[in-house]
């Protein structure tokens, strides 16, 4: 399946030289990749599940890190605009603390100093999601084994570099006639 993936992707990329280099079903912002799947796992099932997909590069998708506050901003609207219910349920993201108790990571192993915690947060369960019942883009944690919509993140390729049209290298006029 990743191989009919990349190959996919590969074919989309140079047959229409998309400038977004994103699998189809997947949303463009910045250097990513993004897809919400609203359909209910457990944390580690979600970020399995993620890792299904993969740039046209080989890089996997993980659950969404947060690196910046308008990339929280835009993954807190992109639940809301894909969520089949408002107040949009709670949905994963790639924050946890499962190998140590307080130190957070992404599953993507991406780092950042930026933190949106919930007021109270963080609580002492261990995977972080973006609760849809708060109006801000804050996270809290809550425990791995309950079922939620997730959302994954990858790498947006760059669009392959094609040739201008009617511009030709000297080889092509020496070998041509």
């Known amino acids: 399946m990743k191989v009919y993936i990349f190959l996919l992707c590969v074919a989309l990329c140079i047959a229409g030289g998309v400038a977004t ?7 463009v912002h910045g250097d990513h990749c993004y897809r919400y799947f609203g359909f209910p796992r457990r944390y580690v099932v979600a970020e399995y599940f993620c890792n299904q997909f993969s740039s046209c590069s080989g890089d996997l998708a ?14 807190y609207r ?20 499962i190998a140590v108790e307080g130190e957070y ?26 609760p849809g019942e708060f109006p801000t ?33 000297a080889r092509y006029f020496q070998h041509s006639h």
């Open 78 to 97: 992109y639940i809301e605009s894909l969520s089949a219910e408002l107040p949009p349920e709670a949905a994963w993201i790639g924050l946890n603390d």
């Open 21 to 27: 280099c994103c699998p189809p079903y997947w949303t």
């Open 105 to 130: 990571v992404w599953t993507d192993n991406s780092v950042s100093p930026f933190r949106s915690w919930a007021t109270g947060q963080p609580g002492p369960a261990d995977c972080g999601a973006m």
């Open 62 to 75: 993980h659950l969404a890190s947060s690196e910046t506050e308008k990339e929280n901003d835009f993954l």
């Open 137 to 169: 883009s804050t996270w809290v944690m809550l425990p791995c084994g309950e079922p939620l919509p997730y959302i994954c993140k990858m790498r947006r390729e760059a669009p392959p570099q094609t040739a201008q049209p009617g511009v030709y290298s």
